[in-house]
């Protein structure tokens, strides 16, 4: 269910301007909707953080998990700088690099779990593997297609994670 409201707050957000040419933050901003943004954001980054916990709890590896709580200290840090049009102001740098760092982080904490998979829990590894391989290739095809982060993009970031969490949490909770 949580992911669910992950989902349609990132696709509100998301058609409130034109998803082929503005993200979330252009959208946020030209909308006066800053306080919805920030909202969505640390809404985000604590749901990517808790689930992302749960999931590395069957890897026996007990310094990821500082590396899990950075990135979403990293996400919920750039929420709270806000954005202008412009972006050449610092606070517009710090939010888009800490927002940028934290999605491609948790892409990364995600392709390490699915290869530690590999190692301690293959059963799972071979029913979730080919899904996290695929989507990363969709988001990377697109990325090269609109050659920008557009709420396209954005939309399918979430869906991405949020299924692919889902499905991870099914699957571990069938073989334990």
């Not at 800053?34 to 310094?63: A, D, E, G, Q």
């Not at 049009?85 to 690099?97: A, C, P, T, Y």
């Not at 709420?151 to 991405?160: D, V």
Request: aromatic content about 18%; hydrophobic content about 50%.
């Amino acid at each position: 269910m949580i992911y669910l409201v992950n989902i349609f707050l990132t696709i509100f957000i998301c058609v409130q301007g034109n998803l082929m040419y503005d993200n979330i933050s252009v959208v946020a901003s030209n909308n006066n909707m800053n306080l919805l943004l920030v909202i969505y954001i640390m809404i985000s980054s604590i749901i990517f953080t808790y689930k992302t916990l749960i999931i590395y709890r069957i890897i026996p590896n007990k310094h990821i998990k500082y590396f899990i709580y950075l990135t979403g200290i990293i996400m919920f840090v750039g929420s709270l700088f806000p954005y202008r049009f412009n972006g050449i102001d610092l606070f517009s740098k710090i939010h888009v690099n800490c927002s940028m760092i934290g999605c491609v982080s948790f892409l990364v904490l995600l392709f390490i779990y699915t290869r530690l998979l590999c190692i301690y829990h293959y059963n799972i590894y071979l029913k979730v593997h080919w899904i996290y391989d695929f989507c990363i290739q969709v988001l990377i095809i697109c990325f090269l297609f609109f050659s920008r982060v557009n709420g396209y993009l954005e939309i399918l970031y979430s869906l991405i994670v949020c299924f692919y969490l889902h499905k991870l949490e099914i699957e571990i909770k069938k073989t334990t």
